[in-house]
């Protein structure tokens, strides 16, 4: 069974740092693609990044560029978001989720979500 | 913002069939797959739709997907009290070099 679970979401103050992990299970895990997607609370969703199998591509939503750095840990099954630099409107659900085959483009799973919270 | 845009909502009762729209541009729909999920409350998205009209396993064939230019739409017959959720489309987009969202629409059956 697929299953991808988030941690690291605290509530942070305006300008802090936080990093945001995904373990993942049951696929093998650097054959896939993989995004972060994050929802504001009652907002829609909103895609943040992703990296390729091998970490060698990675492509960021304008919105987090040059303040979030995506990362994966293939020996230990892992995704990361290093975020900088975090803004009031970074505040979100954020989700992990697996693209369903090489250069399908679509997320057939996801994770529950991890709360970040920036406030002062 | 979200480049692609979805009405807020949209309503049916039992039975009926609904249908939600997504207005994009040559850069997202246009050019590439559109995908649709589906999100009940308090729960995370699940993929509906893929590769404008692909329905995962396990998806009822009550849902389909079309597209034409730089429009979708995902259709939902025999609506079902089950189906009240909010649904999204969403591309990649080629001027932005990333995966773009609809607006989402909030499915209430009546």
């Known amino acids: 069974e697929v299953q991808l679970v988030e941690s690291g979401g605290v509530v942070v103050q305006p300008g802090g740092s936080l990093r945001l992990s995904c373990a993942a299970s049951?696929?093998?895990?650097?054959?896939?693609?993989m995004h972060w997607v994050r929802q504001a609370p009652g907002k829609g969703l909103e895609w943040v990044s992703l990296?390729?199998?091998?970490?060698?591509?990675?492509y960021y939503a304008d919105s987090v560029k040059g303040r979030f750095t995506i990362s994966r840990d293939n020996s230990k099954n892992s995704l990361y978001l290093q975020m900088n630099s975090l803004r009031t409107e970074d505040t979100a659900l954020y989700y992990c989720?697996?693209?369903?085959?090489?250069?399908?483009?679509?997320?057939?799973?996801w994770g529950q979500g991890t709360l970040v919270t920036v406030s002062s | 913002q979200s480049v692609l845009t979805q009405p807020p909502s949209a309503s049916g009762t039992p039975g009926q069939r609904v249908t939600i729209s997504c207005s994009g541009s040559?850069?997202?729909?246009?050019?590439?797959?559109v995908y649709w999920y589906q999100q009940l409350p308090g729960t995370a998205p699940k993929l509906l739709i893929y590769?404008?009209?692909q329905r995962p396993s396990g998806v009822p064939d009550r849902f389909s997907g079309s597209k034409s230019g730089t429009s979708a739409s995902l259709a939902i017959s025999g609506l079902r009290s089950e189906d009240e959720a909010d649904y999204y489309c969403?591309?990649?987009?080629?001027?932005?070099?990333?995966?773009?969202f609809g607006t989402g629409t909030k499915v209430t059956v009546l």
């Open positions: 989720a697996k693209e369903a085959a090489a250069g399908r483009g679509d997320f057939d799973y």
């Open positions: 049951g696929f093998t895990f650097d054959d896939y693609t």
């Open positions: 990296i390729s199998w091998d970490g060698g591509s990675t």
């Open positions: 040559s850069s997202n729909i246009g050019s590439n797959y």
């Open positions: 590769r404008n009209n």
């Open positions: 969403a591309a990649w987009d080629d001027s932005l070099s990333g995966h773009v």
